[in-house]
């Protein structure tokens, strides 16, 4: 159990209402073709500007999942 | 149209409510006296606590906007 | 008055609901044994997934403090 | 068209021309397996040295591309 | 030769008995679906404590490997 | 003369051509409304793809001149 | 559950044997005074060089626990 | 009062006495233009050498002032 | 005496002198109440500017002390 | 075979002509004094400006190269 | 005493045992020309794969030592 | 003019009195093995405590001087 090994992905979500939306984006659309992932970390924080006012927010951050050993 | 220069300003927004809050009040007080604001980048996300609450969110961010050449 | 002393803890705060919401939860609890917390710094931003969907948001702040000095 | 989401590649890229032709490679390599690449971020920039003089640069760069959404 | 290209996989591996076969694991691991590793770096070291004890280390590492170009 | 007080601007050049002429893009814009510039940092080089190939380099850098003092 | 809070030490510990016994050394040093650790993660490593060999290790960790809330 | 706007200038400063001699030079030439100070940041700190002595300190700084805002 | 325990503490210390003199206030107001401190290590150097002029510096200090095994 | 030691040397590099330029005269230079170098890594880009042009730029680099052992 | 002057020297040293012997490898070359080694630091631990498993450790420190002044 | 080599030496400085003083030993011990010393940048500050007091500040530096090329 101690000998698990996790693999990272780098993603970038983004939405018009929050940050906290932005990682959901990034997390639900990685779920569709990642299983078992366990924990994100937020990498960086940034977003579009349009006629004066946000967007949307751009939020980069890594998806850590396990990987199934097959020994 | 690809040789565009950008100009980065770095500001501090603050806000009782919310970081996404104190990132709007830094943009729309920018925009009082840049045009053409492009994207943003959060650098640094504090706060001030009073009788142990937060009082306010501080975002410092960098705001880019497009430079008018003369030429 | 500006020879004041601080000194900075360093916490990590989880919730379900927000970004803020963990920052305040780690301020509440300090709250409980240090008093005079004067400002608080966001240093990582992480979260736990449980079956494909953010569980928990968990915000590693460091909380500065005034230390009473005995001079 | 705003909630978009991008998943980044870490790649190294090497050519005994130049610094861009190391990125070229690169990224023309990546085009082969992934579609809709957005934007390359260089991260380091190193390279080899034979006989006292550069054999080659070899250039770290992240690439983003679009995830299709099948929702 | 020169203009070969390589990408580089983030892994956490982990072991009960020392930093280096934590590397073993997500290394071996990684073995198993990609071939032709040539280098890892270490990113992060961290790990688990239970009953006062290390329970496991956790390593992150970047996994650098030759991508096989088709032309 | 070893008190002089110097200013730096953060602009993003962009070029079709290099990382070179991204730089001195930036440099020429600058140019047209600030005098006595004396060097530049580069900070961060990136880029933008389109159709699988480098559509064209972004490079952020620091560029730092002379303020006159009035004393 | 979730939203527990943490607390960090910032902690060196030292050993002449290896990496592993100077994390070991500090940890259990922690474990006379705290309890409910968690996890730790690895900031320096550093030594001491006596007579041209290792004398000692130090690494530089940080050590997370859980806080009891009185709430 | 708690949604203040603050912008922050890099600016370089030297002086042949002092570390703090050249962040004194550095605001005060800030200060012939800029109103509303607030506080100063530390960047980097290097410096000039003639015949094998120190000529000037040079010590990079970032200035934060409040923008009124016309709303 | 090869397997000492360190901790360290983080502090910030003011002045209206200097960066030394704010350095001395942080660790004289921390062997108040700690004993055994050997070394610090600067972190961070700020400072309050009010009328035009530094009001005071502040400097983050990181500050190492022996802990006393039990066993 | 596999427990070659390397040193790394610190160097900067001046070319008026590109940045690739630059690090071939550093490495040149070096390559005068010191035999077996075996790659660089490119630590930071730089560069004069005279006449609102650039004049030169300076890249930082490390060069590292194979030590001989006597045993 | 207390107005040694260090110098410091970066070194890779490289072992296929552990992490530990690569660091111990670089400070006995090292030794081999300089005198009064005092401390060392380790800046990146990376490695060599081959046939899917480590080949070497490759850890780059910097070795302090003291220089004798004349005065 | 335009195609000078420099290098860098890392140095650690110490005083009782200052970090300037600090700065200054290094530089002024450099000098008697090296010439054409040029510039030097402060990469970290840190000190020893006894008995509660500041005994030295130790500053590490870098100094850049010009190589003669032989060519």
Redesign the interface.
């Known amino acids: 159990m101690?000998?698990?090994?996790?693999?990272?992905?780098?993603?970038?979500?983004?939405?018009?209402k929050?940050?906290?939306d932005?990682?959901?984006?990034?997390?639900?659309?990685?779920?569709?073709s990642v299983?078992q992932?366990?924990?994100?970390?937020?990498i960086?924080?940034?977003?579009?500007?349009e006629d004066?006012?946000?967007?949307?927010?751009q939020v980069?951050i890594?998806?850590?999942f396990t990987?199934e050993?097959?020994?």
Chains 1, 2, 3, 4, 5, 6, 7, 8, 9, 10, 11, 12 share one sequence.
């Open positions: 101690s000998d698990h090994v996790y693999k990272k992905l780098e993603l970038v979500g983004s939405s018009p929050s940050i906290e932005a990682i959901r984006n990034a997390i639900e659309t990685a779920g569709e299983r992932m366990r924990w994100f970390e937020v960086e924080t940034r977003g579009h500007i004066g006012k946000i967007a949307h927010y980069t890594k998806v850590g990987i050993r097959t020994t």
